[in-house]
């Protein structure tokens, strides 16, 4: 999957607009219900997603002005944002959901070219802006997921399957509390070596799947195990 910056907001364009449908049929009743989210109703996956979007316009704005700006203020002032917002009437969550999508937009449409080769100040530590709007497209996809809403991971494209699933598996190599496994996808011989080889297990099943699993989107009932055994248990996805 491409990670150019530009040729990436079409997919964004066209997950926002499957959100905003499934944001749509909500009522007060489907907001006030649980997500897959422990503790979060879907209206604060929604609330979550349109702060996330001004939060993204907030690194994009740091990149073009050379300007230091964090994504969010403070661990504390992203929660209290969320909270705020999760109780809103179905209309306020729709309107907030749309504005904060075009102010993305804009953002993205403001950048000048060599703007994409900074560096900015996320939560998960410091990256490169031309990876911005694939981190929007992954938030977008992987909440849309969390609202239980008939929207599952196999849903996703496989481009977005596939680059998902290597970017996990990189994620959790080296660390400690990730234990050794292959990671066997779409009945190839394509492979991903998380730790010791010689000691891993081979997981294998649709690359959407094993990507769904690995971030505690799926219980990995797809997959399969070689030698049988239980699946291996992923770490917590940061």
């Given at each position: 999957?491409?990670?150019?910056?530009?040729?990436?907001?079409g997919?964004?364009?066209?997950?926002?607009?499957?959100?905003?449908?499934?944001?749509?049929?909500?009522?007060?009743?489907?907001?006030?219900?649980?997500?897959?989210?422990?503790?979060?109703?879907?209206?604060?996956?929604?609330?979550h997603?349109?702060r996330?979007?001004?939060?993204?316009v907030?690194?994009?704005?740091?990149?073009?002005?050379?300007?230091?700006?964090?994504?969010?203020?403070?661990?504390?002032?992203?929660?209290?944002?969320?909270?705020?917002?999760?109780?809103?009437?179905?209309?306020?969550?729709?309107?907030?959901?749309?504005?904060?999508?075009d102010r993305?937009?804009?953002?993205?449409?403001?950048?000048?070219?060599?703007?994409?080769?900074?560096?900015?100040?996320?939560?998960?530590?410091?990256?490169?802006?031309?990876?911005?709007?694939?981190?929007?497209?992954?938030?977008?996809?992987?909440?849309?997921?969390d609202?239980?809403?008939?929207y599952?991971?196999?849903?996703?494209?496989?481009?977005?399957?596939?680059?998902?699933l290597?970017?996990?598996?990189?994620?959790?190599t080296?660390?400690?509390?990730?234990?050794?496994?292959?990671?066997?996808?779409?009945?190839?011989?394509?492979?991903l070596?998380?730790?010791?080889?010689?000691?891993?297990?081979?997981?294998?099943g649709?690359?959407?799947?094993?990507?769904?699993?690995?971030?505690?989107?799926?219980?990995?009932?797809?997959?399969?195990?070689t030698?049988?055994?239980?699946?291996?248990?992923?770490?917590?996805?940061?």
């Amino acid at each position: 999957m491409t990670m150019d910056p530009l040729l990436l907001t079409g997919d964004v364009h066209d997950a926002t607009a499957r959100l905003l449908r499934t944001a749509a049929r909500f009522d007060d009743a489907d907001l006030a219900a649980p997500s897959l989210l422990p503790g979060w109703t879907r209206g604060h996956v929604l609330a979550h997603l349109a702060r996330n979007a001004d939060a993204f316009v907030n690194l994009l704005t740091s990149a073009r002005t050379g300007e230091r700006i964090p994504q969010y203020a403070s661990a504390e002032a992203r929660d209290a944002d969320i909270a705020a917002g999760a109780s809103r009437t179905p209309e306020e969550h729709l309107d907030d959901l749309r504005r904060s999508a075009d102010r993305f937009t804009e953002a993205v449409a403001a950048m000048p070219p060599q703007a994409w080769a900074a560096t900015v100040e996320t939560r998960r530590g410091h990256w490169p802006a031309a990876m911005l709007v694939w981190g929007r497209l992954r938030e977008l996809e992987v909440h849309h997921v969390d609202l239980a809403a008939d929207y599952r991971p196999a849903d996703w494209s496989a481009e977005f399957g596939h680059r998902l699933l290597h970017e996990v598996a990189d994620t959790f190599t080296g660390r400690d509390d990730a234990p050794p496994m292959v990671l066997r996808f779409d009945d190839s011989r394509h492979e991903l070596v998380v730790g010791d080889r010689a000691r891993a297990p081979v997981v294998a099943g649709p690359a959407a799947e094993l990507a769904a699993w690995l971030i505690g989107r799926s219980p990995g009932t797809d997959l399969t195990v070689t030698p049988d055994g239980q699946l291996p248990r992923p770490p917590e996805w940061i």
